[in-house]
């Protein structure tokens, strides 16, 4: 497949190099988008309390 060493050195080098783009973009994108807050558990059960208190 590949004639020379340096053809593969080269290819190994362009791989490498678009691994890194495709990773420095997916992080810009991952920075870009709005933090939402992670659930607690005391966010689920006071979700839960008021559905409770919707039932009766």
Known sequence: M?????NLMLTLYRTHAAELRAEAAQDRLARSLPHRP???WLNRRHHRARTDEARH
């Open 2 to 6: 590949f004639g020379h060493d340096a």
């Open 38 to 40: 992670a659930r607690g």
